[in-house]
């Protein structure tokens, strides 16, 4: 069965601080994966998603970025962290087809101090 | 603008009462989920549907997506304290493009004892 791991769980970061998420899966292969952002528990904001090794798509202009070293590793970075980047992020994988489900980690609440 | 509007975005009852939440767009999609989140966790799939007038059954909730694939409800039957998360539906293949989940603001549940 395929699992999905993110971590840290909490992490709080000083402005300025750099930063690094990092998502595994286990148990499938050539996902698509996601990093999704979600505020004050209301929808889901795709960050980045990627197709495959080295493939990144960005959604929303930011201050951060995403890295596929692997094809199931997923890793969310900044160099510079602001207070507007304090929220709960998650990590998704699928399988590439319209209606496939998105699977998700439990993601990372990150305050930004 | 937000692609896809939930309705209401809170709602507070007691425990064996009745309810629905919508998910409303003006876009056709190819499929939509629906998922429900709590605290601290990622949320976990729930439904997909891909058929105009679809009914699925999950125990006490119904999905209903509607003819024209541009919305799509979630009826509780007596509802129960484990109710509670946030609902949340998502759509892919709008409009014959992305098959990337568009995610809405979600519906807050919580059911009292």
């Known amino acids: 069965s395929q699992t999905i791991h993110q971590w840290p769980a909490t992490l709080v970061q000083p402005v300025g601080s750099p930063l690094s998420l990092e998502c595994t899966v286990e148990g499938t292969s050539n996902p698509n994966l996601y990093w999704y952002r979600q505020a004050a528990g209301r929808g889901l904001q795709l960050l980045f998603y990627s197709v495959g090794i080295g493939q990144i798509s960005s959604e929303v202009p930011q201050n951060l970025s995403a890295s596929r070293p692997q094809d199931r590793q997923f890793i969310l970075s900044s160099k510079k962290l602001l207070l507007s980047d304090s929220g709960f992020y998650l990590c998704?994988?699928?399988?590439?087809?319209?209606?496939?489900?998105?699977?998700f980690g439990n993601g990372t609440r990150l305050t930004v101090t | 603008t937000q692609l896809l509007e939930q309705s209401p975005q809170f709602l507070s009852i007691q425990e064996g009462e009745n309810l629905t939440v919508y998910c409303n767009s003006s876009?056709?999609?190819?499929?939509l989920q629906w998922y429900r989140q709590e605290p601290g966790e990622g949320p976990v799939l729930l439904v997909t549907v891909v058929t105009g007038g679809e009914v699925k059954k999950l125990k006490r909730l119904t999905f209903q997506f509607g003819d024209a694939r541009k919305d799509s409800s979630l009826h509780i039957t007596a509802a129960q304290t484990g109710d509670t998360g946030l609902y949340l539906c998502?759509?892919?293949?709008?409009?014959?493009?992305?098959?990337?989940?568009?995610f809405g603001r979600g519906t807050s549940l919580i059911v009292h004892p």
């Open positions: 876009s056709v999609f190819s499929s």
């Open positions: 998502a759509g892919s293949g709008a409009s014959g493009g992305s098959y990337i989940p568009t």
């Open positions: 998704a994988w699928s399988v590439i087809r319209v209606g496939s489900p998105l699977h």
